[in-house]
């Protein structure tokens, strides 16, 4: 589905992600976890296209996309909830989930969308006129989680969905996702919750300072005594 | 003596010689415009100390340069003028300063009139203090309008004395080109550079980041109100339009156009505009060109520099001096320079 | 002075408003969308001005012709302006100061080319006769049928231009973009096609305002842009910026607010009218720093 070749990116002259490879399958729920600073947020801003990437190529479904801006990008099938969420504020709940589905031609499809997101997050029907500012930090969450699958997108890029969420509702989140998945979506899930991410995921990439450290499979990784010591805090 | 200092001296002395020559030489209209060039030159690198170094884009400089022209314009009439024509208390009717004296009064009175008119202005964020500044301009132009008693209204102040010459237009530009480049180079000119780039974080670094605004106001405020004075007793008149938003914006293109945070920027940009408009002047009154009549457009040249300050807004955004300074300019622009 | 000068003066402010509400919303349309003043908005509106006010005058066009050519050269000339200078400035030195110095040489440069071509003087702007009634009411109200026709055409375009931005999928994108055009992106909006529209919108409202003050004022002239545009700005600002009902209510109290205290004014004061404007604005800026109402963007 999601083909990453050696890709090369950064900011400015600063080159944050050094030949990067990495790929998610069909039906996959892949992680790609690591510490602050590696370089997972570049990587799914190359994804989207909001980053410009130096050097390699990304293929979805065969198709490269490396040079596609967004808004071309979620056309084809990817939806994205971003690091921080980034909700539109000063709109409605229902007002954002509306931008989710900005693409989505008939009107039928558009509905059947909406009832099913509401079905997932009743929260959200439930303040479906409240300005998304005044949400609390797990709703807001998932009102961006909702706002990226309007479209039903194959590929979902989930960035840093428990950041800073009590582990009562990151749990509830995560259980959604899992929802998700089962309905038929890839996931691309970066997360600093290392073992929420190994749990929920089957694939997964170690990242450090840009560069893919360790992969594998997620039961295995969980119990690789580095991932252990460094991310799990098991001696 | 070193290669610096040599090179400085002969400079100097080298503008005293032109300086000379363009006194004895030139006729009224040019030495005018000489003159003009300097003055422009001075108010350019005052407000250059707060919209340039310290990068608080403040308009307001307009208004407290009226306060220092009228202030200077009222010191330095002869009483029965102004018992003619202004109601003001007998002190001040009385009162006729020599021009030295003038020129402080009028800077300080500014610095004051800044401190007052912009502090209150300081908790609005960048758009809001802009147009705020604006504002100023207007309603201190207003004021003037309508506070006939002081100001004679719209009629202005006529006959000022005329003590802006040559030596001192461009012996102050010099004095305030150095004491710039002092400034520049102190710990409160590092300072300002500081919180140019990151209020925050100069603030987390120590910079008592409000006490240098404030500072920086003031002392912008004093030079372009010496500079305001100079004005008055260079064209021997002051109205409300004088400093008004339309000049406003002309010194801040010319800003623009060289480069503000540097000392040269603001007077290369000064000498383009002002020489500039000046000699394509002309153009506007109509004029012959091969046997085909051209006839007058007033408002071309303005559309010309218009055009150029788009040019290089859109290419050259820190404007034709890129940060550097003309004796700097075979160097390569400071790196992270504003 | 009494109750009808007081209702008379009401409708001079009204339709006063009318003109500033339309010119506000192009201003903070622009501004909530690409975070920018655009100073050369006055410059639109005085150009609308002209296109019809030549088109009447040399073309012997009709009024409704007339309007629609101010519509037109209106959203002629945001859109060069948009193509000329904003799109090449943002694409290369986006840093919020060099942009608002291009806008305003933008304004300079536009200004001065109507000045070439047609002098800095005043032109009479001619108004249609079915606008040159006068409906004297029961009570012995004098209504101007002019004042009528701009407060409902007025109406009528903020009314649909608010249900446009709350209810149609392109307006609420236009207001996603001007909270956080990133994730907008993220959803699939083409920001380049909306920052067009929000320019046609925007100037074609200006270049109806500009008729609207063309058969009030009577006047057109090459810097009839500079100070209106000024106060449109002001009125954008003090609704809060980016937000459109807003900008809207703000155009209608500074109008109104300009034309009573005027109208309520000792004559010897008149001159401070422009004052009231700025007065206005510092004392709800020291009350409310971000406006009146809340703005559109996302505040940190």
Not at chain 1, 207 to 228: P, T
Not at chain 2, 6 to 19: Q, V
Not at chain 2, 254 to 270: F, K, Q, V
Not at chain 3, 163 to 173: D, E, N, Q, R, S
Request: aromatic share 10%.
């Amino acid at each position: 589905m999601l083909k990453l070749n050696h890709i090369i990116a950064g900011y400015g002259k600063a080159e944050v992600l050094h030949d990067i490879n990495l790929e998610v399958k069909e039906g996959e729920v892949v992680a790609l976890v690591g510490p602050n600073g590696a370089g997972k947020t570049t990587t799914i801003r190359c994804i989207t296209g909001e980053l410009s990437v130096t050097k390699g190529t990304i293929l979805y479904k065969g198709k490269d996309i490396t040079s596609l801006p967004p808004y071309k990008i979620v056309p084809l099938g990817i939806g994205c909830s971003p690091e921080g969420r980034n909700i539109f504020g000063n709109l409605s709940v229902y007002e954002n989930l509306k931008m989710g589905g900005y693409l989505l031609k008939e009107k039928a499809l558009y509905q059947e969308q909406l009832e099913w997101v509401y079905q997932l997050f009743p929260k959200l029907w439930d303040r479906r006129d409240q300005l998304a500012e005044s949400l609390s930090g797990g709703e807001q969450q998932m009102l961006a989680i909702g706002r990226a699958v309007m479209t039903r997108p194959q590929l979902l890029l989930l960035d840093e969905p428990s950041l800073g969420l009590a582990p009562v509702v990151v749990d509830q989140i995560y259980e959604k996702i899992e929802e998700i998945s089962q309905q038929g979506s890839s996931i691309l899930l970066v997360e600093q919750n290392v073992r929420l991410a190994l749990e929920i995921s089957s694939r997964a990439y170690v990242m450090e300072s840009g560069q893919i450290h360790l992969s594998g499979d997620s039961a295995s990784l969980a119990k690789d005594s580095y991932v252990e010591e460094t991310y799990l805090g098991v001696r | 003596m070193n290669k610096k200092t040599t090179t400085i001296l002969g400079s100097l002395i080298l503008l005293g010689i032109l300086l000379l020559l363009a006194n004895t030489f030139l006729r009224g209209y040019y030495l005018r415009l000489v003159i003009l060039l300097a003055v422009t030159c001075i108010v350019a690198l005052g407000v250059n100390i707060t919209n340039g170094y310290t990068n608080i884009f403040s308009l307001g400089f307009g208004g407290t340069m009226m306060v220092a022209g009228y202030a200077t314009a009222i010191l330095t009439l002869p009483p029965a003028y102004k018992k003619a024509v202004l109601h003001l208390p007998l002190w001040l009717e009385q009162i006729q300063v020599a021009f030295p004296l003038a020129l402080l009064i009028a800077g300080i009175l500014a610095v004051i009139a800044s401190v007052i008119l912009l502090l209150p202005a300081f908790r609005l964020e960048g758009q809001y203090f802009i147009l705020a500044s604006m504002g100023i301009n207007i309603v201190m132009g207003n004021l003037a309008e309508n506070l006939r008693g002081i100001t004679h209204g719209d009629m202005g102040l006529r006959n000022i004395p005329a003590f802006t010459n040559i030596w001192w237009a461009y012996g102050i530009l010099l004095v305030v080109i150095y004491a710039t480049h002092r400034l520049v180079n102190s710990r409160f000119g590092r300072g300002l550079i500081a919180i140019s780039k990151d209020q925050e974080l100069a603030s987390v670094m120590g910079v008592p980041v409000v006490r240098y605004k404030i500072m920086s106001f003031a002392i912008g405020s004093f030079i372009t109100g010496i500079g305001a004075a100079l004005w008055v007793h260079l064209v021997l008149t002051m109205n409300p339009k004088a400093f008004s938003l339309v000049y406003v914006f002309q010194l801040v293109a010319m800003l623009a156009i060289g480069g503000i945070g540097t000392i040269s920027g603001p007077l290369i940009g000064t000498a383009i505009l002002t020489i500039g408009t000046e000699l394509l002047a002309p153009l506007q009154e109509g004029f012959t060109c091969m046997g085909l009549s051209i006839p007058p457009v007033f408002g071309l040249v303005n559309v010309l520099m218009a055009v150029l300050l788009v040019i290089i807004m859109i290419f050259k955004p820190r404007g034709l001096m890129n940060g550097r300074e003309v004796w700097n300019i075979l160097n390569p622009p400071k790196k992270g320079g504003q | 002075m009494g109750v009808l000068y007081f209702f008379q003066q009401l409708i001079n402010g009204l339709s006063y408003g009318s003109i500033l509400a339309l010119l506000a919303i192009g201003y903070t349309m622009i501004y909530g969308i690409l975070g920018l003043i655009n100073f050369a908005h006055g410059e639109i509106f005085m150009i609308g001005a002209f296109c019809s006010y030549l088109l009447i005058m040399n073309a012997a066009a009709s009024f409704w012709t007339g309007l629609i050519g101010a519509i037109g050269g209106a959203v002629l000339a945001g859109l060069l302006i948009e193509k000329l200078v904003y799109g090449p400035c943002l694409k290369k030195s986006p840093e919020v100061l060099t942009v608002f110095i291009a806008s305003f040489g933008a304004s300079l440069g536009l200004r001065n080319i109507f000045v070439m071509i047609f002098g800095d003087g005043r032109r009479a702007f001619p108004t249609p006769e079915f606008l040159e009634g006068i409906i004297v009411t029961k009570s012995g109200l004098f209504l101007n049928v002019k004042d009528l026709w701009i407060l409902a055409i007025t109406g009528i375009l903020l009314i649909s231009v608010t249900l446009f931005i709350k209810y149609t999928k392109v307006g609420t994108a236009m207001r996603a973009i001007a909270y956080d055009p990133n994730a907008a992106m993220l959803v699939g909006v083409n920001s380049a096609t909306l920052v067009l529209l929000a320019f046609i919108i925007g100037s074609g409202l200006a270049g109806i305002s500009a008729v609207s003050y063309g058969i009030s004022f009577g006047i057109v002239n090459p810097s009839m842009g500079y100070i209106i545009g000024l106060n449109g700005f002001i009125a954008a600002v003090l609704g809060g910026i980016g937000n459109i009902p807003g900008a809207a209510i703000a155009g209608y109290i500074i109008g109104l607010g300009e034309v009573l205290f005027v109208a309520f004014l000792p004559p010897a004061w008149s001159a401070i009218r422009p004052l009231f404007v700025w007065a206005l604005l510092f004392l709800i800026l020291f009350i409310k720093p971000s406006g009146l109402f809340r703005p559109n963007i996302k505040i940190e």
